[in-house]
């Protein structure tokens, strides 16, 4: 995603004899310059001059640079950390079982919620997430979801070196029946996608009324959010000019109005989908608001005993894990499989 970065090593960090970062630096009191412990030694051992000036010794004793130590130190815990931030922004969504050995790690867990009217695309986009291209070829009944959809993700490299980030995914009913049962979304989302089919305006202005002044209302006040201009592949082959400049007129005029991204895509073949949840998470992660609430009070919205907190960490492990089985079964657009009893 990004090019690796490191930081220039400041050349009095390296060892004259090794030419390596030193770890035991010594100051040769005679001339002055620092040399890893181990070398100077051996250097000491065979040699009765400066490894530097060439010039004969008359004092062969060296002390321990601690002021260079403590700045090579530093100097190695900031590369590591740029070092884990690179590993990290080549991140990828997997929908699966989290590998063995992070089962133990501790689990951050970012909350996303799909947003938009009925038909617009959400159910279609979680899909193409979770199955890729595949996902074409998964049955699905063309019926509307009813009940929020909760699915679950994870990313398949340690956030800080150290911690599984999972995403939970909600697929919410677009249909305005159902519009009640969405509160608890709003409120504990830490990111949202705000969808509209690209075909239909309509579906932007429902966007504008309803979805975004509700996430405002009963969300997080930093929540952060992507308008998702879905259907890219019927907008270009199906709308004329004028509508398609209005469309997109009214869509950037939104977004940029309200400081969110805009990404165009097609669920149905994927195009963006992945590149937009990425940029979405990066951005919840860089959010300092959004990462205090997800690393300190992670899973302590419904219920705050340490009980509860705990059987709610286990599950989207046990999410995961039970997804892995329940993939080939008859995956139907409101099949449970997906929703975590738990919440
Ligand atoms: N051509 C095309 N069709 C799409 C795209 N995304 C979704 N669809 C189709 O749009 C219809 C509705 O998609 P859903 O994913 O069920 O819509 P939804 O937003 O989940 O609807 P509700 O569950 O009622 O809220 C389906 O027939 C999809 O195949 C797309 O990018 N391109
Ligand atoms: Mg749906």
Redesign the pocket.
């Known amino acids: 995603m990004t090019g690796e970065y490191r930081l220039t090593v400041p050349r009095d960090f390296l060892c004259p004899i090794t030419r390596e970062i030193m770890e035991d630096p010594v100051v040769l009191i005679e001339d002055g310059r620092s040399y890893e412990l181990y070398a100077i030694e051996r250097w000491l051992r065979d040699n009765n001059t400066s490894p530097m000036t060439n010039k004969p010794l008359t004092d062969r004793r060296y002390i321990p640079n601690f002021n260079l130590k403590n700045a090579i130190e530093e100097f190695c815990a900031q590369q590591e950390l740029i070092s884990a931030t690179n590993r990290f922004l080549s991140f990828n969504i997997h929908y699966g079982r989290i590998p063995t050995e992070w089962e133990e790690k501790p689990m951050l867990k970012i909350r996303i919620s799909l947003l ?10 979680a899909r193409y997430l979770q199955y890729g291209e595949k996902a074409n070829f998964v049955h699905l009944r ?1 019926t ?2 009813i009940g929020p959809d909760l699915i679950f993700f994870y990313l398949d490299q340690l956030y800080e070196d150290r911690y599984v980030i999972i995403i939970q995914l909600t ?5 305005e029946r159902y519009e009640s049962c969405c509160d608890n979304h709003f409120r504990s989302c830490h990111g949202a996608l705000l ?1 509209t ?1 690209s075909t239909d305006i309509d579906t932007l202005e429902r966007i504008e009324l309803y979805w975004y002044e509700q996430l405002h209302t009963k969300g997080k006040e930093h929540v952060e959010t992507t308008l998702v201009c ?5 907008f270009e082959e199906n709308c004329d000019d004028t509508y398609r400049s209005i469309y997109l007129e009214r869509a950037e005029h939104f977004s940029s109005s309200h400081s969110m991204t805009i990404c165009h ?5 994927g195009d963006n989908i992945q590149v937009m949840f990425k940029q979405l998470i990066l951005r919840i992660l860089q959010n300092k608001t959004l990462l205090k609430q997800i690393t300190t009070n992670n899973d302590l919205i419904y219920d705050t005993s340490s009980t509860k907190k705990d059987k709610m960490q286990k599950t989207s492990t046990i999410q995961l894990l039970n997804s892995r089985t329940s993939r080939q079964i008859d995956i139907s ?1 409101n099949s449970p499989i997906n929703c975590c009893k738990y919440f």
């Open positions: 938009g009217g009925s038909n617009v695309g959400k159910t279609t986009l063309s509307s979801t697929d919410i009913p677009g249909m969808i089919d879905n259907k890219i592949d019927l895509v097609s669920a149905l073949r657009r």
